[in-house]
Each structure stands twice: as C-alpha cells, then as structure tokens.
T-cell receptor, first 115, second 114 residues
Framework: DADVTQTPRNRITKTGKRIMLECSQT?????MYWYRQDPGLGLQLIYY???????NKGEISDGYSVSRQAQAKFSLSLESAIPNQTALYFC??????????????FGPGTRLTVL | AQKITQTQPGMFVQEKEAVTLDCTYD???????LFWYKQPSSGEMIFLIY????DEQNATEGRYSLNFQKARKSANLVISASQLGDSAMYFC???????????WGAGTKLIIKP
C-alpha cells in the first residue's frame, strides 16, 4: 500500500463549486504539505502543517483552505472553484523518520479541472 | 533571496550515456539541504537524492550522484548509464534549515533516445 494517498485522483468540476481534496499518510510523519503544479512549471506551496494544531499559509493560499483532522490526515478545500485553479495538486509529508533530512514524500497527485 | 535555477529546460541524451542536469542555488542560510526529484509523465513526484550543506562527500544513490560544489552554489545531478525509463522531468529543490519549506526550480525535461 502507498504511504501517502490522495483522493480523488481525478476530478472535473464547475466554476463556483466547493471541492475537497483529501490526503492520508501511513508514514508516521508530523509535517504535511499541499502543493499546486501548473503545466510545465514547478511546485508552489499552498499550505503546510507541522502538527494538528499548527497550520500555515504558503505562497499561494488565496482561494484555498485546509483542515488537519488528525496527524495522518490533511485536506485541502477550494471554497468556490475557478478555472485558473485547474492544476495538479500534490500532498506531501515529512518528519523525523526521514533520516534527519526532512525529505518530503509525495502522494500520487490529484488532477483537478475546473470548467 | 532564496532561489533555485535550472538552466536547461530540456535535454536529449542517447541511451547508456551519462547525463548531468544543472542546478544552482542562492541562499543566505549556512545550513541547508538540496534535493532532486523525478516526475515521469504519469505525474508522480519521486524523491531521488539528498545532499546536506555540511556533507563532505557527494551523495550517491545507485545510478544517481550529486556533484555538490558549495563555493559555486551548484548541485548538479549526474545519472550514469541512462535508460529509457529515465525520461522524465527532474526538479532540484532546496530547504534552508531556518524553515521547513522547499524552494523549487522550474525543472528540466530529460528525454533518453534509444
């Protein structure tokens, strides 16, 4: 089984709809991240969480919100989706078990299309 | 400013040849980590190799090695004996130890020719 899972893997929605992307991990990591990747570009950080009670905005948090329901679960919401939020969304985790390097390990990604 | 620069948008390499993907970085932190990730066409992001700023030896992981030149602020990825399955996007990233955020380069698209 994958260590970091994301649901759904693909989603097509309409402008104005509320969307939730979910991430779960079995790596035992305390830090979790949400990234966005636009076609042909690198990753941009949306939100990150160091533990259940600690949530921080990344460089592109406008239009997004997150919830850390448990150490292993971190969800991303688009309150009112717009077409320029069409992108590939990644969840990642890191923590002390990464060998001291704080390496981030990624889920398989969610392809979101907003029409 | 913290920044990662990958100057090669795309590269074509013959199968079985070695390939070097360039990465330069800019940071005012004395302690930092450097990472390389591979993104195949299927989309997943795969961690390849890590180099710490205080590591005296270049990191190696199988066919991957990192040519770390601290004074030049470069962290080039070397893939030996390239294979068709190495065709992918490759991203260089840096984490200054003053925070936990990764700073990403724009990536290099590597295509291995048979």
């Amino acid at each position: 089984d994958a260590d970091v899972t994301q649901t759904p893997r693909n989603r097509i929605t309409k402008t104005g709809k509320r969307i939730m992307l979910e991430c779960s991990q079995t790596k035992g990591h305390d830090r979790m991240y949400w990234y966005r990747q636009d076609p042909g570009l690198g990753l941009q950080l949306i939100y990150y969480s160091f533990d259940v009670k600690d949530i921080n905005k990344g460089e592109i948090s406008d239009g997004y919100s997150v919830s850390r329901q448990a150490q292993a679960k971190f969800s991303l919401s688009l309150e009112s989706a717009i077409p320029n939020q069409t992108a590939l969304y990644f969840c990642a985790t890191s923590g002390p078990t990464s060998g001291g390097t704080d390496t981030q390990y990624f889920g398989p990604g969610t392809r979101l299309t907003v029409l | 400013a913290q920044k990662i620069t990958q100057t090669q948008p795309g590269m074509f390499v013959q199968e079985k040849e070695a390939v070097t993907l360039d990465c330069t970085y800019d940071t005012s932190d004395q302690s930092y980590g450097l990472f390389w990730y591979k993104q195949p066409s299927s989309g997943e992001m795969i961690f390849l190799i890590y180099q710490g700023s205080y590591d005296e030896q270049n990191a190696t992981e199988g066919r991957y090695s990192l040519n770390f030149q601290k004074a030049r602020k470069s962290a080039n990825l070397v893939i030996s004996a390239s294979q068709l399955g190495d065709s992918a996007m490759y991203f260089c990233a840096m984490r200054p130890f003053s925070n936990y955020q990764l700073i990403w380069g724009a990536g290099t698209k590597l295509i291995i020719k048979p």
